[in-house]
C-alpha cells in the first residue's frame, strides 16, 4: 500500500453577531467566524491536510475567497470536493484527527455530531474520525476569544 500524510491548519477571527460554524455544526454563541465561506475552521484544516497528503497545495488554491461561487458556502460541500479529488487519484482516507483551539464556548456537547458530519462527508467511518476540543488557558488570540484555530492530520492510502 501507498501511504500518505497530510497536516493542515485554519485560523479564523471572531466576530459579535456571526454563526459559528465548526465540523459542519451550528454552534450557539455570542460570535462567529469572519470569513467568505462558513468560515468553518475544522473542516479547513482538514481540507488542507487531505490537499497536502495529494501534494495540491491549500484550499485557498482551490476555492479561493475572491470567487463568488464560494461566499457563503458550506464547508462540508468544501470538504466534499476535496474528498472527490482524492478518489480521482485512487486514495482513500484512512484516518483524521483534528483538534480545535478556543476559549468559549464549551465543544464537547457537539463532538459526537461533528464527527458523523465529518465522518459523513469524507465518505468514512465516525471511528475513523477523531476531533478534539482545547482552550488555550486565556493565552493568545484563541484564549482572548478574539479567534478560533483547527489543527487536522491525515492518513491516506492508495491499495497498489
Known amino acids: 500500500m501507498n501511504f500518505r500524510i497530510g ?3 485554519d485560523v479564523h477571527a471572531l466576530g459579535e453577531g456571526l454563526r459559528l460554524v465548526l465540523g459542519g455544526v ?3 454563541h455570542t460570535k462567529g467566524c469572519i470569513a467568505h465561506s462558513d468560515g468553518d475552521v475544522l473542516l479547513h484544516a482538514i481540507c488542507d491536510a487531505l490537499l497536502g497528503a495529494l501534494a495540491l497545495g491549500d484550499i485557498g488554491k482551490h476555492f479561493p475567497d475572491t470567487s463568488a ?5 458550506d464547508s462540508r460541500r468544501l470538504l466534499e470536493r476535496v474528498v472527490g479529488m482524492l478518489h480521482e487519484r ?3 482516507i484512512g484516518n483524521i484527527d483534528s483538534t480545535i483551539a478556543m476559549q468559549r464556548p464549551k465543544l464537547r456537547p457537539h463532538i459526537e455530531q461533528m464527527r458523523a458530519n465529518i465522518a459523513e462527508s469524507a465518505g468514512v ?3 475513523c474520525v477523531s476531533v478534539k476540543a482545547t482552550t488555550t488557558e486565556h493565552l493568545g488570540f484563541e484564549g482572548e ?4 484555530s483547527a489543527t487536522a492530520v491525515v492518513l491516506i492510502y ?3
Open 26 to 28: 451550528d454552534i450557539p
Open 125 to 127: 467511518d465516525a471511528e
Open 90 to 92: 485512487g486514495y482513500r
Open 7 to 9: 497536516h493542515g491548519y
Open 158 to 160: 492508495r491499495e497498489s
Open 145 to 148: 476569544e478574539r479567534g478560533v
Open 69 to 73: 461561487e464560494f461566499k457563503g458556502i
